[in-house]
């Protein structure tokens, strides 16, 4: 505790007495201040012990008294030490009367107590306050690194709260509680999930101070966690009042603990990583007994299907939003307690440049109706409707797989992929493409020009009023060649039908009885919507 009014009061070599505010001397002491000015607070900072004779004080007047002491009371001067025996024998009448009317602390100092006397005993006790704050502190920082070693962060994160005499709570980079103590303070730390989210868009390391959480009347600091320019958690600490010296200690204590165990599991997770990336590999060349020997427990159930394989893709200079997803991805997996295999293929633009460490193309496997694939459906629903500008991603989702199929898989979702962004759509499952039409995959340039340019010279004959062979050629085609069925529906003879089909044979010199050519021709006519431009 630092010095106080009464503390000063108590000391025996002092010899000080009580004049006035007798129930106001427990403010406790910045410092103490000599000063003769009629008007000495622009030269105040708050917290003082003013020292004064009076030399230059009109003491006898009560309303200049009044005025004096409210000055003093308003810019945070804690109470005023007068010295009696020197220019004046007992404090003034008015001055003491101003005192008690503003119940305003007033001691008298005797003449043979120096006011250089309570100037040291103010510096030592701050001193001495100071010494046992950082005594404080750094039993503080051994008893948490032995919990960080012992125990991990969920045991720092109680230590700290037994420090801070309140609660304290850690959040993983998504914003959401991974743990808190006492075990109350949980559902209060997950209201301030608006304030994390905003320490995400700052750059670590960085703080802020929330004075109202409409939880109570709970002081709550907020510290973000990390060294890079991602945030990859953040430590929440409430009290009753404003930290002190000792606790300030303890929590930044705290804090660079859990920025190394936060960095420590990033090192674990590109391990991880690399790891996945050699389990991945054997499984796709078809080794799938090779791929669970060496993964061990890691992915537990995963390789044991049934799977699916997401292959995601960013939209030209837009890398940083794939590291966003993974992140995603990786925190439903954590509170699902689910496995997941994430392989992140990085930029080539080196970490810590413009766009550097981004990442450029990523594989996931993941359990077939799990946590993590919902994940990311929400994840790719919500993009389609906020990214006005197209996709930031594209991704292609295979249909379930086991491990003996995890090649067909990858086959599977590197096609939805493609149609992913053919499309300009942000998330295309394989299953969509079984049951879906084929006719929307040849929706491109190469696709249109291909039935352009065998369709043109039918276009160009009907163009000359000589017959109608497409419209014949589309008739005869719907209905497989039938001769009859085609004719009613055109409402020619079928002698006539027969003679168009020659003359389509004849000016496109191929065969109608080639299931190649009809094919062809099939897709050119329900690519093209109409006669081609000359």
Known sequence: MPPTLASLAQHSALKLTVRAGEDQLERPVRWAHVSELADPVPYLEGGELLLVTAITLPVDDREAMRRYVRRLSGAGVVGLGFGVGVHHEDVPEALLAAAREADFPLLAVPRRTPFLA???????????????????????????????????????????????????????????????????????AAKLAVEVERMRERAAPAGAVVADTGTGDDRVEIQSLGTGRRVRGALA????????????????????????????SRSLQRAEQRLGAAVLRMLLAGAPEHARSVAGELYGTLLDAPFRLLVVEPADGRGAAVGELVETLETAASRAGEPVLVVAEPTDAPEGAEGGGDVGRLVVLAVDGGAVLAACRAAYTGREVEDTDGPALFAGLSSPAGPAQAAGAQQQAEQALSVARRRGRALVEHGELAADSVLPLLADDAVRAFADGLLRPLYEHDATGRGDLVASLRAWLSRHGQWDAAA????????????????VEEILGRSLDDPDVRMELWLALKTTAGPAPR
Do not use: N
């Open 237 to 264: 600490v409430g009290t009753g009042a404003p930290l002190g010296t000792a606790e300030r200690y303890a929590v930044h204590s705290a804090v660079a603990l859990l920025t190394l165990a936060t960095e420590r």
């Open 488 to 503: 009613a529906d055109l409402g020619v003879h079928r002698h006539t039908l027969r003679y168009r089909m020659r003359r």
């Open 118 to 188: 309570i100037s040291k005993a103010v510096s030592a006790a701050i001193a001495a306050d100071q010494y046992r704050a950082v005594t404080a502190g750094f039993e503080a920082q051994r008893e948490l690194t032995r919990a960080a070693l012992a125990e991990g962060p969920g045991a720092v994160v109680a230590k700290l709260a037994g420090y801070v005499d309140g609660w304290a709570a850690l959040y993983d980079a998504s914003g959401a509680v991974v743990t808190a103590s006492p075990g109350w303070a949980a559902r209060r």
